[in-house]
């Protein structure tokens, strides 16, 4: 699943607050203040488009308690790199992993050999 900065961003926040209580109850308001807390100062307007947009897209799965809504992740960090991964190996490597991991080891080697 290929996602944004700010997607990468919202999903972060909430990876981070349920490393804390995995049950905890996590509001648009939530992620706006954790995410302006780490310097991403974004409207709240644009915050909840982005969680929708996560939620029609089934990363974060959306739920009523009283009046207001929380989001959970459906998939947790570890998860969300292996699709990634996956998604990168297929799209720039057709798939085959040891190429990649060339490519990796190559990029490594200019980028501490100048």
Known sequence: ?????????ILNSIWRMTEESEDRDISIQDIVDDLAANGVDRAYTTIKTVMDRLTVKSVLVRYKSGKKFYYKAAMNKDEMARDSIKLIVNQFFGGDYLSMLHFIENECDSMFIK
Request: charged residues 20%.
């Open 1 to 9: 699943m290929a996602c944004g900065s700010l997607e990468i961003d």
